[in-house]
């Protein structure tokens, strides 16, 4: 009984280092790939969804300052530019859930 709870605990053993050494080639392999993706996600919310954010924001407050019958137009391009930044949020959020993959 000893000798099968030995020859069982060493292939556990075996398999447990067979996929953790298998795991860590490919986090070695692909770290090039998360390393560019963090890059990615980072410069996209600094550049992009930062300046978004502010020309939406920049554009609420032109909207309070003109009469409603004027505001037409700025109100579409309102729109546009929140949906864009709902846009590079969503793909912000994605690259995030790619990384811990």
Known sequence: M???KTKL???INFCYTFNREKMDKKKIKFAPIYSDKIR???RLHDTVAQTL???CLKL???LMEIPPEKSGEL???SKI???STKDIRKI???LKIAEGE
């Open 2 to 4: 000893t000798e099968l």
């Open 9 to 11: 605990d060493n292939r």
């Open 40 to 42: 990615l996600n980072k």
């Open 53 to 55: 954010t502010i020309a």
């Open 60 to 62: 609420d407050v032109l």
């Open 75 to 77: 109100k579409e391009i």
């Open 81 to 83: 530019l929140r949906a």
């Open 92 to 94: 912000i959020n994605e």
